[in-house]
């Protein structure tokens, strides 16, 4: 056992935030705390670290243990450069490398017993060394910040000049490069691109020691942990296995709760009613009976009825007028800051009704395509067109649609002038925000907060395009999956970027990758994309080679040709296939159909034959009848059964 939290009580003034928490972490264990926002998650974590003390309970960390934090955000004002702060990681090997350098320089010009000594002291220095990993520390460090997506130019970069998203990998960086028996984790992906997510995946499943994690990207929970440790309403439940066992276990574990509440309840009424009609009787022997049922009614253990999660958002997402086919065409789109060449020749053809997930590495150039669709910077060369009846709903991660100085209320009021008081009103409380709320300025909220009040305001702008930048950031579980959910029902066109592999998966129907200045096209979910993305790449390289070596090669930069040049026939085959399939499935229900008809046409004559006077008088003819409409029936039950698997 490295970490154990013990009967953990926290409150803040009135509201207990943390009732009587208990869980524990065995060496190497990668373990997920998770629950919506406010539930408690860091203000646990900082109980478990000592930046916080429990009003009651203990925690427990193993004889001899260390442990290591990362929070979500860095307060630290760091002096040194990258590397140098990498570099004051491994002080105590430096150390020992120095000590080494010096006793072989000592041991030139020792004889005897200065000499023996010495070398015991050599010895003892370079097995430290060794266990230490002492010869490739370096490489670790580089290993460990090329995963983190910086480069060899960032190196010498000082600390203090970077983003904050920067810092907190730089942190993250130092925390790993310490190798602390356990490593507690407040949001690490949040600011990793997918290729430095499925690095840290990688890092921590081979990870010595153990590992706590907070984090709402549930892809990532996956791939890493095997227990989840859920606070909900103050309470811990565990879980072991990863997040889809747990989420499915979850609402297993919930419907039987409610289930075995409703049962009883039912049981009670049942038993209330019984004795109310023996009372009713008057009789000696049935009041005795009533009293005897009413104390077996008071013996028994009532369950409390499960507390229902009402911090979940309500959105629904329709558009008022439906567009035309063509949705959004950009044609050969190019945008440079400076000598920064973002993308150049970039072609998006984007149709009704499509999903698509616009992918890439940190700094490639998402966001800027989307910002260049909205009209908030310029492109430098190509062309948007946005088709017949396009509205645009934008969702912007940075949020500068939203006005710092106004309150939540005046931000939908002066978007949306005709609506009343009321119906803004509830509108906000389907986002969370009720009470004085309303009142708080955009400025005084946290980020979560702002992403709320810019989904109400796009919910309630009835667009039929969404482009939305990193719309799942900030969101809790809770919210990501109704957020989905909405996505998946809304009958318009939605095109976004997002780092979350779990929302792409569950929402895109075509993902654009934003790779080495072109992008590449896959038609189907991030599974998918997962599956062909090697395979894409490589037919692209091998073409760009192709093209270099011809005096007129004619590839252009946006690369998706390639790869849809190569998945044309295969598309085409498999088009025509599931047409013919739809086609004969249509057929075969029309014919069904026309055998229903016969079938049930045929069944109401029998039943008018059989009411003839000739008929009913003739036993042998009845006989007939009877048989047919037994077999008329039997051949209807099997035909509405195969009609009703069709028709799905």
Same mark, same amino acid.
């Given at each position: ?18 009732? @009587? ?20 998650? +860091? ?6 670290? %000592? ?42 090997? *430096? ?27 050599? /010895? ?109 309403? %103050? ?28 049962? $009883? ?9 019984? *004795? ?16 005897? !049922? ?41 945008? +440079? ?14 149709? !009704? ?7 890439? /590495? ?63 009103? /509830? ?36 667009? /039929? ?10 969101? @809790? ?39 080495? $200045? ?52 295969? @598309? ?6 599931? $047409? ?50 037994? +077999? ?17």
């Amino acid at each position: 056992m490295i970490l154990a939290c013990q009967n953990i009580t926290k409150s803040f003034g009135i509201k207990e935030v943390l009732k @009587d928490i208990q869980f524990h972490i065995e060496g190497h264990e990668k373990t997920a705390l998770v629950g919506i926002n406010g539930a408690g998650k +860091s203000t646990l974590f900082k109980i478990i670290i %000592g930046e916080e003390a429990p009003d009651s309970g203990q925690v427990i960390l193993g004889k001899d243990k260390t442990i290591g934090y990362l929070a979500q955000q860095q307060e630290h004002s760091y002096e040194n450069t990258i590397y140098e702060e990498m570099l004051s990681v491994k002080q105590h090997i *430096i150390t020992l490398d120095r000590q080494l350098r010096e006793t072989e320089q000592a041991m030139k010009h020792a004889q005897g017993e200065e000499l023996e000594s010495l070398l015991n002291t050599y /010895n003892r220095l370079n097995h430290e060394f060794e266990s230490q990993n002492g010869y490739a520390y370096k490489s670790e460090i580089n290993g460990v910040l090329k995963g983190l997506g910086f480069t060899e130019a960032d190196y010498d970069t000082r600390i203090s000049t970077l983003s904050g998203g920067q810092k907190t990998r730089v942190a993250l960086g130092r925390l790993l490069l310490s190798q602390p028996d356990i490593i507690l984790l407040d949001e690490p992906t949040n600011h990793l691109d997918m290729n430095s997510i499925a690095w840290l995946e990688g890092y921590l499943n081979s990870y010595r020691g153990a590992v706590l994690i907070i984090s709402h990207d549930r892809y990532f929970l996956d791939r890493i942990v095997t227990k989840v440790v859920e606070l909900e309403h %103050g309470v811990s439940r565990v879980y072991n296995g990863n997040y889809s066992w747990y989420a499915a276990r979850r609402e297993e574990i919930r419907a039987s709760e409610m289930k075995a509440y409703l049962n $009883q309840q039912a049981e009670i009424q049942h038993q209330e009613e019984v *004795i109310a009609k023996l009372r009713s009787f008057n009789r000696e022997k049935s009041i005795k009976r009533a009293e005897s !049922r009413e104390k077996l009614l008071n013996r028994m253990e009532v369950i409390g009825k499960p507390q229902e999660l009402h911090d979940a958002m309500r959105i629904q997402l329709e558009p008022e007028i439906e567009s035309g086919t063509d949705v959004l065409l950009v044609e050969h789109l190019s945008k +440079s800051f400076g000598d920064n060449h973002l993308f150049q020749d970039i072609t998006i053809d984007i149709k !009704r009704g499509e999903r698509v997930a616009l992918i890439g /590495n940190n700094g490639t150039g998402k966001t800027t395509i989307l910002k260049i669709i909205n009209k908030y910077i310029p492109k430098d060369e190509g062309r948007i067109v946005l088709g017949s009846r396009v509205k645009i709903g934008y969702y912007d991660q940075e949020h500068q649609v939203l006005s710092p100085e106004k309150t939540i209320f005046q931000e939908i009021s002066d978007a949306y002038p005709s609506l009343t008081n009321t119906r803004i009103r /509830n509108v906000l409380a389907a986002f969370l925000f009720t009470g004085d709320d309303v009142f708080k300025k955009i400025q005084d909220l946290s980020g979560g907060e702002r992403g709320r009040v810019s989904l109400a305001k796009l919910m309630l702008s009835s667009a /039929n395009l969404l482009i939305l930048d990193e719309p799942t950031n900030h969101l @809790d579980i809770t919210s990501k999956e109704i957020l989905e959910s909405a996505l998946c029902s809304y009958t318009g066109t939605v095109f976004y970027v997002s780092h979350d592999r779990y929302f792409i998966n569950k929402t895109a129907t075509r993902i654009l990758d934003l790779t080495g $200045q072109h992008l590449n096209e896959y038609k189907g979910n991030y599974d998918y994309y997962l599956e062909k993305k090697e395979l894409v790449e490589q037919i692209y390289t091998n073409s760009i080679g192709a093209a270099a070596s011809t005096a007129n090669g004619s590839l252009t930069s946006t690369g998706s040709s390639v790869p849809e040049t190569t998945s044309n026939k295969a @598309d085409w085959q498999a088009k025509k296939e599931e $047409q013919a399939r739809l086609r004969k499935k249509a057929n075969d229900l029309k014919k069904l159909e026309t055998r229903i008809e016969e079938l049930e046409t045929r069944s109401q004559e029998i039943d008018e034959e059989m009411c003839l006077s000739e008929v009913a008088t003739n036993p042998t003819k009845c006989m007939e009848l009877a048989k047919e409409k037994a +077999s008329i029936e039997a051949e209807l039950e099997k035909a509405y059964e195969e009609w009703e698997t069709l028709a799905e």
